[in-house]
C-alpha cells in the first residue's frame, strides 16, 4: 500500500494564478481531509469529503478556496487567485470507511505551495 | 475554546535522558488525544493515541483530565527518536494540533 499520495509535492504559483493541490487517498479509504499548516503554526482543518460529497467545510476560507472528492479520481484542493498569504504546507489525509472520522487518519507528505 | 498548546518549541536532551513532551488541551467535551511524529523528510504519522494506551517506541502518554494534559513521556531518549511531534485532539470530524515540539536527541 503507497499511503496517500499527494502532488505536486511543491508548487511555486505568482499572485492571481490559480493553484490545484491533488490526493489521493490509502487504498480502500473512502474519507478524505485537508489541512493547512502555515509556517511556524500547526496544522489546521480545512474540509473533510466522502465520495462525490462534502461533509465538514467549517475550516474553509470562505472565498477563493473549493474542495472536491469526485466519483473516481483524486480529491482536489482548489485555489483561485492566489495571494501571498496561501504560501502554506497543505496536507492530506486519509482514513476507512468504517469508523468515519472516528478512524485513525493517515497522512500524506504534502504540498508545498509558495506564492510569489 | 478547543484548542491545543505545546508550550515548547525546541527540546534538546542527551541520549538516555528522559523526555517530557508538554501537551494541554482546553475542549468541553470528552476529548480524544493522539500524538503524531514526523521524523526528516517523511510523513507525519500516528505515534499512539490515548485510547489505546499503548506503548510504541518506548513512549507513553496518560491523559490528565485534571490538568487537561497529555504529555508525552520516555524513560531513555535515543538519537533516533529526534524529530517533530505534534500533539492532537479529535474535534467532531477535525483533528486539531498543537504547534508542535522539536525534539533533539545528541549523544
Known amino acids: ?116 | 475554546a478547543q484548542r491545543v498548546t505545546q508550550p515548547e518549541k525546541l527540546l534538546s536532551v542527551f541520549k538516555g535522558a528522559p523526555v517530557e513532551l508538554k501537551c494541554n488541551y482546553s475542549y468541553s467535551g470528552s476529548p480524544e488525544l493522539f500524538w503524531y511524529v514526523q521524523y526528516s523528510r517523511q510523513r507525519l504519522q500516528l505515534l499512539l493515541r490515548h485510547i489505546s494506551r499503548e506503548s510504541i517506541k518506548g513512549f507513553t502518554a496518560d491523559l490528565n483530565k485534571g490538568e487537561t494534559s497529555f504529555h508525552l513521556k520516555k524513560p531513555f531518549a535515543q538519537e533516533e527518536d529526534s524529530a517533530m511531534y505534534y500533539c492532537a485532539l479529535r474535534a467532531g470530524t477535525a483533528l486539531i494540533f498543537g504547534k508542535g515540539t522539536t525534539l533533539s536527541v545528541s549523544s
Open chain 1, 1 to 116: 500500500n503507497a499511503g496517500v499520495m499527494q502532488n505536486p509535492r511543491h508548487l511555486v504559483r505568482r499572485r492571481g494564478q490559480e493553484a490545484r493541490l491533488r490526493c489521493s487517498p490509502m487504498k480502500g479509504h473512502s474519507h478524505v481531509y485537508w489541512y493547512r499548516q502555515l509556517p511556524e503554526e500547526g496544522l489546521k482543518f480545512m474540509v473533510y469529503l466522502q465520495k462525490e460529497n462534502i461533509i465538514d467545510e467549517s475550516g474553509m476560507p470562505k472565498e477563493r478556496f473549493s474542495a472536491e472528492f469526485p466519483k473516481e479520481g483524486p480529491s482536489i484542493l482548489r485555489i483561485q487567485q492566489v495571494v501571498r498569504g496561501d504560501s502554506a504546507a497543505y496536507f492530506c489525509a486519509s482514513s476507512p470507511p468504517a469508523g468515519g472520522p472516528k478512524e485513525t487518519q493517515y497522512f500524506g507528505p504534502g504540498t508545498r505551495l509558495l506564492v510569489l
